[in-house]
């Protein structure tokens, strides 16, 4: 069984507290030993899977299996296309040259419902949503990215893996993925 979680802001990708503030995987009423499939940092919304499938792990997250991960950034400052393709040919972060990323502004600009708590905003300093799309998911990665390029991430969410994508399913809700979804989900990408 492979389920698919919006996972809002403020929740663990855990099911025991860590002595913090945020909420845990064990409010949302999971059948039992579920697991999360990697994870997405309690300030980090959108897809989490879960399975009960040993292996379904390391066939989705390991970059030599190239499952794409979609997220949407919300970043200060309007990146110009130059930063773009900074962000798309690899970023030095602590040492580390990240693999090449497809980077992009998203048009139109999403309409999404506010976060609670709201962002930080700064009246003098537009913001703006871009996608970016990758294989490898190193801690925090996107938003260490995207603050070497001189455009600090304000909010992510991530809205697909391989061809599943997120779609209407509301934040704080889950659902349990079909054999059409699985499939999708796990074909390989060959870009």
């Not at 970059?63 to 393709?85: D, F, N």
């Not at 990240?98 to 009246?123: F, G, H, S």
């Not at 991430?153 to 061809?163: A, E, K």
Request: hydrophobic letters at 35%.
């Amino acid at each position: 069984m492979i389920i698919m979680f919006n996972k809002p802001y403020g929740v663990l990708s855990q099911f025991t507290a860590d002595g913090s503030p945020n909420r845990t995987l064990s409010e949302f009423g999971f059948p039992p030993d579920v697991y999360p499939i990697g994870r997405l940092d309690a300030d980090s919304e959108g897809m989490l899977l879960l399975s009960d499938e040993p292996g379904v792990n390391t066939r989705l997250l390991d970059p030599q299996h190239a499952h794409t991960r979609c997220y949407w950034a919300q970043v200060e400052h309007i990146p110009t296309p130059e930063m773009l393709k900074k962000l798309s040919t690899g970023v030095n972060i602590q040492g580390y040259i990240t693999r090449p990323v497809r980077a992009w502004l998203l048009e139109p600009q999403p309409d999404i419902t506010a976060r609670i708590p709201p962002i930080r905003v700064r009246r003098n300093i537009p913001d703006c949503w871009i996608a970016l799309e990758l294989i490898e998911g190193k801690n925090r990665q996107v938003r260490k990215m995207t603050a070497a390029v001189g455009h600090p991430t304000l909010r992510l969410i991530r809205v697909s893996m391989g061809g599943l994508k997120l779609n209407n399913l509301q934040s704080g809700t889950w659902e349990k993925l079909s054999p059409d979804q699985i499939s999708l989900l796990l074909r390989r990408d060959t870009r």
